[in-house]
């Protein structure tokens, strides 16, 4: 039987609970136990980058399929960090996936770092810039040969560089 007093209760609970579910459904993550060469305090990565960026990289947010500019991207050159220009990804293995973002069969050498992410009540693969920690996407087992790995990238998290 709920009383007076439980109700009381349960809604001095409410916000606290509303804010760790749009955490959860933000899929923001706490990198804090890896080291990266480039690093900024919160205030200077609001400065650096803009909201759309920052949300994505700083927060684990992903922006909306069919936006980026970059998905549409044919020409030959390097998909590069928008948070410290780490080159990621070769216009080589970009292909269409269909997704709706930029999507890649292979990372450059050195440059990403993958983390577990079980946000949105799933298990994935989180894809991170090696030298700043920023969030670019995740990586899935349905891409094409010859890895058979689909990189799902934001397309605001890069910046591209014709050759």
């Given at each position: 039987m709920?009383?007076r ?7 001095a ?6 804010v760790?579910?749009r955490?959860l459904l933000?899929?923001s ?5 890896r ?5 900024h305090t919160?205030a200077e990565?609001k400065?650096l980058?803009?909201?759309d960026q920052?949300s ?12 980026s500019?970059?998905n ?5 050159g ?10 990621l990804f070769s216009?080589?293995?970009?292909f269409e996936?269909?997704?709706g973002w ?7 050498d ?5 983390e577990?992410?079980t ?6 693969t989180?894809?991170l ?8 996407g995740?990586?899935?087992?349905d891409g094409p ?12 998290a ?6």
């Amino acid at each position: 039987m709920m009383t007076r007093r439980n109700t009381l209760f349960s809604l001095a609970a409410l916000p606290a609970a509303l804010v760790g579910l749009r955490d959860l459904l933000a899929g923001s993550q706490a990198h804090a136990a890896r080291a990266y060469e480039v690093t900024h305090t919160d205030a200077e990565w609001k400065k650096l980058l803009t909201p759309d960026q920052y949300s994505v990289l700083r927060k684990a947010g992903t922006e909306t399929p069919y936006t980026s500019p970059l998905n549409k991207e044919k020409r030959a050159g390097i998909f590069s960090c928008a948070g410290c220009a780490l080159p990621l990804f070769s216009s080589a293995t970009k292909f269409e996936s269909g997704t709706g973002w930029p999507s890649f069969w292979q990372p450059l050498d050195k440059a990403v770092v993958e983390e577990s992410d079980t946000t949105l009540f799933m298990k994935r693969t989180e894809v991170l810039c090696r030298r700043c920690g920023g969030h670019l996407g995740h990586v899935f087992d349905d891409g094409p040969k010859p890895t058979g790995l689909r990189y799902c990238m934001n397309g605001v998290a890069m910046n591209f560089k014709a050759a």
